[in-house]
């Protein structure tokens, strides 16, 4: 009987409220509620299903940094013939120095941080990377540890001439317990690889990301990486049992803990998750991974404005509650960007915002009853004006390029400026429109989306080239906006080289001097990752 409820209700909610295509999933023999779909949407996008955004390469002849955004070069020693010497000895074959090899790691995902290092160093195993910080450490030598280099902070490239210390050779996956759903892994493991690795177990990572093809999970941690599943498992700082980390001068702390409880003092892994490898390079992670579900549905809605947007947030968490998994936005902006730049075409009407809720659960029937109370519910009410749903596979992942490719559709678009702000969900959006009336005609675009359920606004405005100006026009006015919410400005980037300065907007001078004294207790010559987190002159 429910199933034939489901199909009736489906049907009429599409045929009276929603303009849409509708198909039966590949599923639809063993399940009888139709998926409504546009289909030559799928077809369209079927090339581009599991190519990462962030595997996709400009050209490498993006713009040189800006002076001013890094500091002078500080006093390190320079690499010598005799330091080449000694890592060749240690990292036989695995001591990069050809120019040409070295040249995708001097540079960021963006093109817009360059560095000049003559080095990059591939270790294997805890043990080198402790004999390779004991000996920068002993000999001055700076450092830029580097995992999958996907950061768009630059804090994952060498600013002047560190020694670049990747983590990608450390990919081994060192134990999995299937009953606890605890992974413990060396810091060089691909997400995407992790996630093949667990699904295949019935597990999923907590964490997603756009990234999720070339970003490392070491470098998620040392970010605290947030991401499209954060609404559901919490960030990093929850899901992270344990850390190996090697310190400075070469000692490898032992917090790689496979416990979900455990009190005995303070957290000392806590001071590394977030710290973009300013106090240690993490070498091992352990973390506890949820069950796979087993019934995922995507929904993609159009709405009137924000306002409609936000009640359909409230809506859905009260009506979906503990399936809800994921609700981001983008708005018309940004789909205008996806069709212009890589043609990916609306999969429903135009929309002035565009929502993408995930649902996962463990009873496709009880969730697909519930998904449908709730777009029944959001129509009749006139909050969302258009809509389809996905259930399998190939079109969840359709719909979801939607959201994950933007960051790639902007890099098309020109330069680009990118905000990552935190501030109460119900203000979000109010800081696109203020910056631009701000700007007027001044950028080419300017567009927000985000993780609605995080209040997490990712601000991003481009012009045709680098443009001093326009850059002068939004800073310092985006962080005092936020700054006046009590926002972040840096919800889940990080501050790497190009936030580091503003720090003061989100944290008290008192708590970024303690930082200081933190760094020069782990660190005190400074040689991990400088120029880097902190700001330049700690007040
Ligand atoms: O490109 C950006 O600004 C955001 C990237 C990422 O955090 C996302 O949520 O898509
Ligand atoms: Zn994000």
């Known amino acids: 009987m429910a199933r034939i409820f489901l199909k009736t209700l489906i049907l009429r909610t599409s045929l009276e409220y929603l303009r849409l295509h509708v198909t039966f999933s590949s599923t639809a023999t063993t399940r009888l509620s139709p998926v409504i779909f546009c ?17 996709l390469h400009v050209e490498a002849d993006g713009p040189k940094p800006s002076p ?5 070069r500080l006093p390190f020693s320079t690499v010598t013939q005799e330091d080449l010497a000694f890592f060749s000895k240690i990292l036989p074959g695995r001591t990069v120095t050809d120019p040409d090899l070295l040249e995708s790691s001097n540079v960021d995902w963006l093109k817009s941080v360059r560095g000049s290092s003559e080095v990059l160093l591939r270790p294997q195993t805890r043990e080198e990377v402790s004999q390779i910080l004991r000996y920068c450490n002993g000999r001055n030598l700076a450092v830029n540890p580097q995992g999958g280099n996907t950061g768009l902070v630059g804090g994952s490239v060498p600013v002047y001439d560190e020694i ?15 009953i606890s759903g605890i992974l413990t892994c060396q810091a060089g493991c691909v997400l995407e690889n992790l996630s093949l690795y ?20 070491g470098g998620n941690v040392a970010t605290n990486a947030g991401g499209l599943r954060l609404l559901r498992y919490g960030s ?3 899901t992270v049992l344990g850390l190996e ?4 001068d070469g000692q490898v702390l032992d917090c790689l803990a496979m416990l979900r409880k455990d009190n005995t003092g303070y957290d000392l892994k806590q001071l590394f998750i977030g710290s973009e490898g300013t106090l240690g390079v993490i070498t091992a992670v352990s973390i506890l991974c949820p069950r796979k579900p087993k019934s995922v549905n995507v929904v993609f809605l159009g709405c009137e404005n924000f306002e409609q947007l936000l009640k359909t947030f409230k809506l859905c968490r009260g009506m979906l509650g503990e399936i809800l998994s994921a609700f981001e936005f983008l708005d018309s902006e940004c789909m205008r960007l996806l069709n212009t730049h890589l043609k990916l075409p609306n999969p429903i009407s135009d929309c002035p915002f565009y929502v993408v809720i995930e649902t996962s659960g463990s009873n496709p029937t009880h969730d697909g009853e519930k998904l449908h109370e709730f777009l029944e519910e959001a129509m009749t009410s006139s909050l969302v004006t258009d809509g389809t749903v996905a259930t399998e596979d190939t079109k969840i992942k359709a719909l979801w390029s939607m959201r994950e490719r933007i960051t790639e559709a902007l890099i098309h678009d020109g330069f680009v400026y990118k905000y990552d702000i935190s501030i109460p969900v119900e ?4 800081l696109v429109t203020d910056m631009r009336e701000h700007l007027g005609g001044r950028a080419k675009s300017v567009v927000g989306y985000g993780h609605v359920g995080d209040g997490n606004l990712h601000l991003n405005i481009t012009s045709p080239v680098k443009d001093p100006a326009l850059l002068a026009a939004i800073e310092p006015f985006v962080y005092e906006w936020t700054a006046s919410c009590k926002g972040s400005i840096s919800a889940e980037h990080g501050l790497g080289l190009k936030k580091r300065n503003y720090i003061y907007y989100s944290k008290p001078s008192q708590v970024v001097a303690m930082m200081g004294d933190i760094k020069a207790m782990m660190d005190p010559k400074g040689i991990l990752n400088p120029y880097k987190t902190l700001p330049d002159n700690l007040k």
């Open 198 to 217: 667990l699904e295949e177990r019935d597990y999923i990572m907590p964490l997603d990301l756009g990234a999720k093809g070339s970003c490392q999970i």
């Open 68 to 72: 001013a955004a890094a500091p002078d």
């Open 236 to 238: 990093l700082r929850g």
């Open 164 to 178: 670049i210390l990747s983590t990608a050779l450390m990919n081994k996956i060192l134990s999995f317990d299937s």
């Open 245 to 248: 980390v090697v310190l400075a």
């Open 39 to 55: 289909s030559s949407f799928l077809q369209s996008c079927s090339w581009q299903f599991g190519a990462c955004s962030r595997k």
């Open 427 to 430: 203000r979000i959006y109010q």
